[in-house]
């Protein structure tokens, strides 16, 4: 059984996404698509997440076609997938919670295959921080260990992400989210913050604007890829953080000059994929689109 | 009498401030005191704007200390200083005004001192268009010619405005100007259709953020200068502009090399500003200072 250096751990989802031009419904959505789809034009990937029997033979079709290891994904007999539903507002940023299902994921214990045990690339996507350690714990040699949040872990599980922190290499944030996690405004103030809670690195995410890395008192800034024809912004932070996950692995060294790049190519990835609904974007790019747009990239930010 | 070669147009005011942490009152601001602060760090900046009777003698004196030519400042017989009164929110950018009262900035007809004429390095704040077109038909030999609007003109003098943007080499306006004025929420749309009305250069600029410049197809992202203590944003933009003008006119040549330069001076110069009120730290700032955070911000942004 072939082992996988790179995992990802995080939700799968059925969405309807309304926005001001399109809307679709019971499309292919969730953490752990986009992430994964991201991470597997660099690096065979394998997923942990859940689905309910519900889940549509062509979706797995679909993450089978980007090479995604699928034995960490758990198929719950007689169990619904998870169920988002969103609207966007004219700025394709602020959005509307229609509903949540959460079906499956409500109880869901991540399986972590023997072929998952010795991965080096770990990222731990916005499930309950107990559910990401619980994954971590299982994982016998992680070399680097980037987690996501949200508001909701924040507010109701402060003390098992307090903990989380503790054990990985690097938090990847929103803005908001850092705001909530240190009540400081300020993002250099809320990095710095972070830090302190234990990890190394702290990238935190400014959507459209870009990101920022912080090593300490070091600071990186990533741009964002500039997108002119935004159909979909869901997932954009998922393939952000899939991307550089997938980069870094295959770089095979976490030194800062890999993680710069993988944090440019995971704007360059996010890019794409608003592009188009779900991951009908990534289906059509290749290694070569990605490594034209990090030149293109480069060159947009190097004086 | 010596020539400028960098010359300024904008307004003069007595600023009320307030912040959270900390509120002014009657200290000096204004766009062309922010900008021309900024601008006289690179080169000799001549000053266009008003003042009434009442402004205070160690304001001058302020001016006078960074270097400014104040030829081009009229003080007005009778008449009473531009007042503007603002209260920022907790983030530190949206603010509310609680007065305005335009007084000599009402009637301003700018005077072009002959020493000003040949001027080949030009910022036209953000007065009325007609006011800086007025401006522009004297300068005698322009070879870069940078204008700010604002949404009151954009509002309420669309066809001065166009007329303008045929006359110039840059416009400089925020991402909600740029959408007021274009109708197009997507900044790389808006900027598209700013140039097709005449500007070859296009700075849009997104506050915190940084901003993007646009030469037809060709985008350069220019980062913010990253600030851990924010006192008052007020003048960030004008300073942002005045250090662009300053450093471009220095570098003698608009090439877009030092088009990309004099912008990351502009963020540079604008993190400093907003580390005190009024021109505060610019009184202590040296040119060393300066370039200093230059090579920083460089290195945070290269990889």
Redesign the interface.
């Known amino acids: 059984m072939k082992e996988c250096k790179t995992v990802i751990l995080g939700s799968i989802g059925i969405d309807d996404i309304e926005t001001r031009l399109e809307s679709k419904k019971a499309i292919l959505g969730g953490a752990a698509s986009y992430a994964c789809a991201a991470s597997s034009f660099f690096t065979e990937t394998g997923m942990m997440s859940i689905v309910g029997e519900d889940f549509p033979n062509e979706y797995f079709e679909k993450y089978k076609s980007f090479g995604i290891n699928l034995e960490g994904l758990i198929v719950e007999k007689g169990g619904k997938t998870f169920r988002w539903g969103g609207t966007y507002d004219?700025?394709?940023i602020d959005r509307v919670t229609n509903f949540t299902e959460l079906n499956t994921l409500e109880h869901f214990e991540p399986a972590v295959p023997a072929s998952y045990e010795n991965a080096e690339y770990v990222l731990l996507g916005n499930l309950a921080p107990a559910t990401q350690i619980s994954v971590l714990e299982k994982m016998k040699n992680p070399k680097f260990v980037v987690a996501d949040t949200m508001d909701l872990w924040i507010n109701i599980a402060r003390e098992d992400l307090m903990t989380l922190l503790e054990k990985i290499d690097m938090l990847m944030l929103n803005d908001s989210e850092a705001r909530l996690l240190t009540g400081e405004?300020?993002?250099?103030?809320a990095a710095s913050k972070i830090s302190a809670m234990g990890p190394k690195y702290v990238v935190i995410k400014?959507g459209e604007?870009?990101a920022?890395l912080f090593e300490g008192d070091e600071?990186?800034?990533v741009?964002a890829y500039?997108?002119?024809h935004?159909i979909d912004p869901t997932g954009a932070g998922d393939s952000y953080a899939g991307a550089f996950i997938g980069y870094l692995s295959n770089s095979d060294s976490a030194k800062i000059?890999n993680i710069?790049?993988a944090l440019?190519m995971g704007s360059v990835v996010a890019a794409f994929g608003v592009e188009k609904f779900s991951l009908e974007r990534f289906e059509s790019l290749t290694i070569k689109d990605i490594e034209n747009n990090f030149v293109g990239l480069?060159n947009?930010?190097?004086?």
């Open positions: 004219d700025n394709m405004h300020n993002i250099v103030k400014k604007h870009g920022v600071i990186f800034i741009p500039p997108v002119a935004l000059q710069k790049k440019y480069k947009m930010t190097q004086i």
